[in-house]
């Protein structure tokens, strides 16, 4: 059985389904629950396409657009992100946006690996999230697990970068975009990320005027 996108339109109010009067089958009812459940599932991806569609065609103007979904900015810069990490082409049909989520901050390649590792063990997002982590944690030196089982920071590494406030702050922006996006991604708020490497961007030339 294949779903009909235009079935959606047939008796839909903003407020309810409204039945057809004449009797239908069982078959065309049963293909209007297939595409209801697949506008549920479609719709981050349809949503973060359109929009990137719209920063790409109209610059900042897109923005002014945004209002129309009603939906909270947060979510929206979430599925924008991840639409535009992942390529059409590489999504996979059998798995949840979910999934993607947990591998959109990788490389095109890394994604593929996890997808298709999740398909074929018919892993939940938990379970990819856990054995994603778990190949990272593992990749990690020994000297740089604290007790409590977390990345400890590499102070050495980081002594350059503190000798002044701005200094400090994009130590801690390095610090978000590179060690704890890469052992727990989907943890983060894709706005504090796209944000903070804007921040850190910005502030090169401000720390190299500092050094001086």
């Known amino acids: 059985m294949t779903t009909d996108l235009e079935l959606a339109e047939r008796g839909f109010t903003k407020t309810a389904w409204l039945a057809p009067i004449e009797d239908i089958e069982f078959d065309e009812w049963a293909a209007l629950g ?3 459940q697949q ?5 981050p991806w349809w949503i973060g396409d359109w929009l990137n569609y719209g920063e790409w065609a109209w ?5 002014q657009a945004i209002e129309i979904t009603g939906m909270d900015i947060s979510r929206l810069n979430n599925y924008k992100w991840i639409a535009g990490k992942v390529d059409k082409h590489d999504r996979n049909e059998l798995l949840s946006w979910s999934h993607h989520r947990a591998v959109a901050p990788f490389e095109p390649d890394i994604q593929q690996k996890w997808l298709g590792k999740a398909e074929q063990n018919s ?26 089982g977390q990345e400890s920071p590499d102070i ?3 002594q350059g970068l503190t000798f002044s406030p701005v200094g ?8 978000l975009l590179e060690r704890h996006l890469f052992t727990a991604p989907w943890d983060i708020d894709h706005s504090a990320v796209i ?7 910005e502030t090169e030339d401000v720390e190299s005027e500092d050094r001086e």
Do not use: C, H
Not at 39 to 43: A, V
Not at 168 to 175: C, D, E, N, P, S
């Open 34 to 36: 297939l595409t209801l």
């Open 39 to 43: 506008i549920d599932t479609s719709l």
């Open 59 to 63: 610059g900042e103007d897109y923005a």
């Open 123 to 148: 892993w939940s997002v938990n379970e990819l999230k856990r054995e994603i982590q778990q190949e990272n944690m593992s990749i990690i030196e020994p000297s740089e697990i604290n007790d409590n």
């Open 156 to 158: 050495e590494a980081g």
């Open 168 to 175: 400090r702050l994009r130590y801690g922006l390095k610090m």
């Open 195 to 201: 944000q903070a490497r804007n921040t850190f961007e």
